[in-house]
């Protein structure tokens, strides 16, 4: 392919407009000898078109061929379809897309024209392959690729090579861990909920973590998170509501937000200053949330269960008995109530759906249409008048306990007019640095986004593939824009850009710690979290048991209590929590039923350097704890939508010049060092510290020294003994390192 | 002379009486030169130089109360259906009541001015926090620069210190920060003050570090000769900041434990009580503008217990701070700001919290030429209106601002060429001002 990519580039005039055609698989000579494998696709003019097996289409005078292929190719007829190398469905869809963005780019260059700025002349040039193999793990996997990945790649003369690469890496454990973190900053998930409580997203963590392992379509995981009830650690889902309990209001704007691209925050005090949302048409939307409570009452009347008896809240009514037995154990109750009280209020946090709907206008409501206070009735917002007859809408509004079913059919049904839209649109921009519709959050009207029918087609493709996240970043993946040069042009916030290739991004808080612990660990999916989680295993309570006695919650509690120092010692947080002093001798509680906490404890398989657990981003604390790397990069504290940045610090640069991470990696038992030795030549007389320093470069920017560059780095491991970690403190530090080409 | 000075436009008078001032005068511009200057543009508009605490805050601590502090259960107590869980109590001159849990905060009120009459457009966190700290509604085109970023702009960087002339504590982010102006110009993030600054220290010897330098700029030429947007010139940009700072003598203000204990204390051994402390050790060091962050105030459950701990801690460190700063005759020269991104509703939910309220809610200012025992403006009788003299977000900007000494109704052309002002034509609300 190294020699593929050569050929290519170095033909490549502009890009290819044209449409589909049949191909004929052959190897083609051009008249330098140097050969590539491609389909051939039909001439224009005076141009010959190729498709090469990653899909991209290629345009080049046809008399760069030798003269036999140029005879050959007029006596070829130009095909109706494109058969591709190896996954031939993937590759016309790529190549689907890249016609729509071309054309984008041809509309797109008048009035660039206009404005003073340069035509845009087709996509950028090919990416090359050192260029590729590290974009496309950081993109798919969120790291770079260590020495060997990179080095068999790139080796590597399959010509379907890229495509394979793509679905190896989309088929790996790293794939799940990246595509977590992007949804678990959108989503907003974190561990410490606000509020106290003791109530913590672990179980909401966890369930995420499993649906994107599991590749469970988009619409699915939507649909469950939006319908869940009960407490978080019976199901996972039920995070997305419990997440913002007691603010039913924001969650909603949220919501709509972020699965169907739609910002109605401001008219959740008020009608929508600029769009057309009104605030009822918002409390209208609410209104199907109206019915459904996330959290027991402590004051509020006795609940009744189904057959009309009266449930009381014991955690309530045990808790004068409870002080009784720790005070006669000696225990001081001003110490432990508030965390006695947290622990069962946690229990209280559940979905339930009542048959009341409880949604009522503000009290402040001011427009004519309603009057303060007045019940709302639960309907759909509409982006046009047709849209209410799309099936998405033939929904049952009027059962109460039914509404948020209703309202998640609605939703995720593949005729919602913005679903598929605006989870298509972040996936395209997670792969290009920029969506199609900006903000990604509102999609107001997708005829002035910079490339509408890009975008709806991608909509389309989304439901094609019936939301399989993986499936349509394959695609994306394969086209011919995203694996071009990133672009050099400085893109102001704000104008359109028309996708020519990738932007370069600075790496994301977690690709960048990521990519670190693929330099000292090689294969950093191998680490992770503990499995178990202790946090449910240890909180739940049965408030509503009418057995439920002093004794047992007092027992819970302890355990509970040493399980969380015990999480928090595995976690590498907060060692100094653990032993510490129990409420209560354990011979004192223990002979009823659940066992002390000893048996839950499991070896923690982490490594550690100087404090600093060495696993993945998404295996450590969510979001990580203040000061850590993580945190000095900009990672989301998972308290507003999408909420990480990519802005430089000193902070930050103290942190990478001096801070642990540089230290563990110019450490002369760093992976980087043990790489060089196991790669340099046997043979003495070799050139030694070439061979080590090419190892360097390929484990860190994961390319070759250039020639002067190599000039500089023998000059310095020849003067002087701490030559090599110099290098890879100078290469760590590089923008190279740190941004995305 | 003078003829000619007015007939310059404002921007070019100014650079008029500076280079006047340098060549004829040999030394830098005397800053009541530069004041009249200013008064004779800005005569037209309330404030300026001249008008009331013009310029009298040399240095601000901004004390930001994350996730909408509840108006009526801090600055703007009830006694009516919408009271909070405990009585108000008694404050001192106009500060007829403060919040029950406020009673450090009310020994001290003879030193503040409320604001109660603050109404914003928006309830929601992230937008509502963006035009709080800069006076404009976010937007998907541009950022808008922090006060501390105006300051540094229109006053230029503190001289003789090596520290930023802005720092945030208690976050990771300083977002948003220098927004359209350089990088350079952006707040330090300290995420724990107990830590402070970080890894300062080279872990190689001085020459050694100077050839890992040379090493990286050498190896990185071709990238940034290729690439050279604007994200990679910033951080290039930091890397300078950073090396600069690493050799300052002023760093020692990050060493909370040269502090007596006694002080310390009487912070509070909280984030924010020692964040408040690392922000009087930074205004003693030059640094002109200081965030501290305080969370907790997102109150949508039990807010009993949550004033019990947020708002207790809250009030003792304001109190501490005031009296500190007075102590050490800072007061004067150092302004305090409380805000937050909106109230709380006066109604009590089911919850038996108070969710998001934009329409009322209070902001509270210390020291910095401003009056004691003030308060501005009212709500009704519920705290669910402004009744009288309602004060926007932009006036809020404005009036810090213009205690800092900016000229807030010049027009500062961003690099996009777009109009911008320091919190988007706000009016000081100079009544505040003694």
């Known amino acids: 392919m190294k020699q593929t990519t050569k050929l290519l580039s170095s033909l490549l005039v502009a890009v290819l407009f044209a449409s589909s055609a049949l191909a004929e698989v052959r190897t083609w000579t051009d008249t330098k000898g140097r050969q590539v494998t491609a389909s051939f696709i039909g001439l224009d003019g005076g141009d010959i078109m190729l498709q090469t097996a990653d899909g991209g289409m290629h345009k080049f005078p046809l008399t760069n061929l030798s003269a036999e292929d140029q005879a050959l190719a007029k006596s070829l007829k130009p095909s109706e379809q494109p058969v591709m190398l190896a996954n031939s469905a993937v590759a016309q869809a790529s190549a689907k897309v890249d016609l729509l963005v071309a054309t984008g780019i041809g509309r797109a260059n008048p009035e660039r024209i206009k404005g003073g700025k340069p035509a845009i002349t087709g996509f950028n040039a090919m990416a090359n392959d050192e260029q590729f193999v590290r974009r496309v793990y950081l993109d798919i996997v969120g790291r770079i690729p260590n020495y060997d990945e990179a080095t068999v790649f790139i080796k590597d003369s399959n010509p379907a090579k890229r495509a394979k690469l793509i679905d190896m890496l989309l088929d790996s454990p790293g794939y799940s861990g990246h595509m977590y973190n992007y949804l678990a900053e959108m989503l907003r998930v974190k561990d410490r909920l606000e509020g106290g409580n003791n109530v913590r997203g672990i179980p909401y963590i966890n369930w995420l973590q499993k649906q994107v392992e599991q590749n469970v379509t988009?619409?699915?995981?939507?649909?469950?998170?939006?319908?869940?009830?009960?407490?978080?650690?019976?199901?996972?889902?039920?995070?997305?509501?419990?997440?913002?309990?007691?603010?039913?209001?924001?969650?909603?704007?949220?919501?709509?937000?972020?699965?169907?691209?739609?910002?109605?925050?401001?008219?959740?005090?008020?009608?929508?200053?600029?769009?057309?949302?009104?605030?009822?048409?918002?409390?209208?939307?609410?209104?199907?949330?109206?019915?459904?409570?996330?959290?027991?009452?402590?004051?509020?009347?006795?609940?009744?269960n189904k057959e009309g008896m009266e449930m009381?809240?014991?955690?309530n009514k045990l808790m004068p008995e409870m002080e009784k037995i720790i005070e006669s154990n000696g225990g001081d109750m001003t110490r432990i109530r508030n965390g006695l009280q947290q622990f069962i209020g946690a229990n209280r946090y559940a979905i339930t759906d009542t048959t009341t709907n409880s949604i009522k206008l503000p009290h402040d409501y001011k427009y004519k249409d309603a009057k303060p206070l007045d019940p709302v009735a639960p309907k759909f917002i509409a982006w046009s008048k047709e849209d209410r007859s799309l099936p998405a809408y033939k929904q049952k509004t009027k059962d109460e306990e039914n509404l948020r079913v209703a309202f998640a059919t609605w939703t995720t049904h593949p005729s919602n007019p913005r679903f598929a839209m605006a989870i298509a649109n972040r996936m395209w921009k997670r792969a290009f640095g920029q969506g199609i519709n900006e903000p990604v959050t509102n999609i107001d009207d997708p005829n002035q986004s910079a490339n509408p029918a890009l975008l709806k087609h991608l909509a389309e493709e989304m439901k094609r593939v019936k939301f399989n996240l993986k499936d349509f970043m394959r695609i994306i993946y394969n086209t011919r824009a995203y694996q071009s040069e990133a672009t050099t042009e400085h893109i102001a916030m704000g104008e359109p850009y028309y996708f020519q290739g990738p932007l370069l991004r600075r790496m994301t808080a977690e690709q960048a710690w990521d990519s670190y612990m693929t330099l000292v660990l090689g294969d950093p999916d191998k680490y992770k979290k503990p499995l178990e989680d202790l946090y449910s295993k240890s909180i739940d309570l049965d408030l509503y048991n009418p057995k439920l006695d002093a004794q047992t919650v007092l027992m819970k509690y302890d355990a509970?209590?040493?399980?969380?120092?015990?999480?928090?010692?595995?976690?590498?947080?907060?060692?100094?929590?653990?032993?510490?002093?129990?409420?209560?001798?354990?011979?004192?509680?223990?002979?009823?039923?659940?066992?002390?906490?000893?048996?839950?404890?499991?070896?923690?398989?982490?490594?550690?350097?100087?404090?600093?657990?060495?696993?993945?981003?998404?295996?450590?604390?969510?979001?990580?704890?203040?000061?850590?790397?993580?945190?000095?990069f900009g990672q989301s504290p998972r308290n507003i939508i999408d909420g990480s940045d990519k802005i430089g610090s000193v902070p930050q640069v103290l942190m990478m010049m001096n801070g642990r991470a540089q230290e563990m990696l110019t450490n002369n038992d760093s992976l980087i060092f043990r790489t060089m030795e196991r790669v340099k030549p046997a043979d003495e007389k070799a050139d030694v510290a070439a061979a080590k320093l090419d190892a360097l470069f390929m484990s860190v920017l994961i390319r070759r020294p250039t020639e002067a560059e190599m000039t500089t780095a023998k000059k310095t491991v020849a003067s002087d003994s701490t030559g090599y970690a110099d290098i890879i403190w100078a290469l760590i530090n590089t923008r190279e390192f740190i941004f995305v080409q | 002379m003078k003829t000619e000075l007015n007939r310059l436009n404002p921007i070019a008078r100014r650079e008029f009486v500076l280079r006047t001032a340098q060549t004829a005068l040999g030394v830098s511009v005397m800053p009541s030169m530069l004041d009249g200057v200013r008064a004779a543009e800005t005569a037209s508009k309330a404030g300026g130089p001249g008008s009331p605490g013009f310029g009298k805050a040399k240095k601000v601590i901004f004390l930001w109360m994350n996730g909408g502090m509840t108006h009526i259960d801090t600055?703007?107590?009830?006694?009516?259906?919408?009271?909070?869980?405990?009585?108000?109590i008694k404050g001192k001159g106009q500060v007829d009541f403060l919040g029950g849990t406020m009673t450090k905060m009310a020994a001290v009120s003879d030193k503040i001015s409320i604001v109660r009459s603050m109404s914003s457009k928006t309830g929601v966190h992230d937008a509502g926090t963006y035009i709080m700290k800069t006076g404009y509604e976010p937007r998907g085109t541009i950022v808008h620069p922090n006060l501390g970023a105006w300051a540094s702009h229109f006053l230029g960087r503190v001289k003789g210190v090596t520290l930023p002339d802005s720092v945030v504590v208690n976050s990771g982010s300083a977002y948003p920060g220098a927004g359209f102006f350089p990088p350079a110009l952006s707040p330090i993030p300290i995420s724990n003050p107990e830590t402070g600054l970080q890894n300062l220290r080279p872990t190689t010897d001085e020459g050694q570090f100077q050839k890992r330098l040379s090493l990286m700029n050498e190896f990185d030429s071709s990238f940034r000769n290729k690439f050279k947007s604007e994200e990679v010139k910033a951080y290039t940009e930091f890397y300078d900041e950073t090396m600069k700072l690493m050799k300052s003598e002023d760093l020692k203000a990050f060493d909370l434990s040269s502090e007596p204990a006694a002080v310390r204390e009487k912070y509070g051994r909280n984030s924010f009580g020692q964040g408040a402390l690392l922000a009087r050790r930074?205004?003693?060091?030059?640094?002109?503008?200081?965030?501290?962050?305080?969370?907790?105030?997102?109150?949508?459950?039990?807010?009993?217990?949550a004033l019990t701990s947020t708002g207790a801690t809250m009030d003792q460190v304001f109190a501490a701070l005031i009296e500190d700063l007075a102590s050490n005759g800072l007061l004067e020269s150092t302004m305090v700001v409380m805000g937050s991104e909106f109230g709380r509703t006066p109604d009590v939910n089911e919850n038996e919290g108070r969710d998001h309220y934009p329409l009322a809610y209070s902001t509270v200012f210390a020291g910095g030429g401003v009056k004691g025992g003030f308060v501005y403006g009212s709500t009704d009788k519920d705290g669910r209106r402004v009744a009288d003299k309602q004060v926007s977000p932009p006036d809020f900007q404005a009036t810090i601002g213009h205690a800092m000494g900016l000229p807030v109704d010049e027009v500062v052309m961003s690099p996009s060429n777009r109009p911008f002002t320091v919190g988007d034509k706000g009016t000081p609300v100079l009544d505040i001002f003694a």
């Open chain 2, 282 to 305: 930074l205004v003693q060091a030059g640094v002109r503008f200081i965030e501290v962050q305080f969370g907790g105030w997102d109150m949508h459950n039990n807010i009993d217990t």
């Open chain 1, 218 to 304: 988009w619409d699915k995981m939507v649909f469950d998170m939006l319908t869940a009830t009960g407490k978080m650690w019976h199901n996972g889902a039920a995070g997305y509501l419990l997440r913002d309990s007691g603010m039913p209001l924001d969650n909603l704007a949220n919501t709509l937000a972020v699965f169907l691209g739609t910002d109605v925050a401001c008219a959740q005090c008020h009608d929508h200053p600029f769009a057309d949302w009104t605030q009822y048409q918002f409390y209208e939307m609410a209104s199907f949330f109206g019915a459904t409570s996330t959290r027991y009452q402590r004051r509020a009347p006795a609940r009744r």
């Open chain 1, 312 to 315: 009381v809240d014991m955690g």
């Open chain 2, 75 to 88: 600055w703007d107590p009830k006694t009516g259906g919408t009271k909070g869980p405990t009585d108000p």
């Open chain 1, 560 to 632: 509970y209590r040493k399980m969380d120092a015990k999480e928090r010692a595995l976690m590498g947080g907060g060692l100094a929590s653990a032993g510490e002093g129990m409420m209560m001798d354990d011979a004192k509680t223990s002979g009823k039923d659940s066992k002390p906490g000893t048996d839950m404890m499991m070896e923690n398989a982490s490594l550690s350097y100087n404090g600093m657990v060495l696993r993945r981003s998404s295996e450590l604390d969510q979001p990580a704890g203040p000061g850590h790397f993580l945190i000095e």
